[in-house]
């Protein structure tokens, strides 16, 4: 994935209000990780395994589907609240990483794979919901300085 410098990749058609989250480079890592992560599910079966699977899965789905409807929005603001909401569901999905490690769910290694690509995920949300958050504030206060909104 490309860097992950302040987590968004920005491209002219958000700007003009056209967005396609498909060029969001977190929506993407975050789309590789619910892959990543359901294949890596497809062993737990029978019980609480069960239980860990299906709530991981929910969590994981919810990433990219949270930054997927928030950039259809009509605002930054708007956009950074889905973009909080996307960032809760990956803090979610990697306390339900540790516990399947925890229960030998998940082996060790795909564990730290997993963990190391939620948490490259969170920073990248981190800093779409700051960057977002900032451009509003700079256009509102634009706005407000030329007469518009106060």
């Not at 290694?109 to 700079?138: H, I, N, P, Y």
């Amino acid at each position: 994935m490309r860097g992950l410098d302040d987590g968004f990749h920005w491209c002219l058609s958000y700007v003009t209000g056209m967005a396609d989250f498909k060029k969001l480079d977190v929506w993407q890592k975050a789309r590789e990780l619910t892959v990543a992560t359901i294949k890596s599910c497809e062993d737990m079966s029978g019980g609480t395994a069960s239980l860990v699977r299906t709530q991981l899965v929910r969590s994981i789905m919810s990433v990219p589907a949270n930054i997927a409807e928030g950039s259809a929005k009509q605002s930054d603001r708007e956009f950074a609240r889905f973009v909080r909401i996307a960032l809760g569901s990956a803090t979610e999905s990697e306390n339900h990483l540790i516990i399947a490690c925890d229960l030998d769910f998940l082996g060790q290694e795909t564990f730290s794979t997993l963990e190391q690509d939620v948490q490259d995920v969170r920073k990248m949300l981190t800093g779409l919901a700051k960057r977002l958050t900032s451009d509003a504030a700079s256009r509102l206060t634009v706005r407000s300085r030329s007469g518009g909104i106060r």
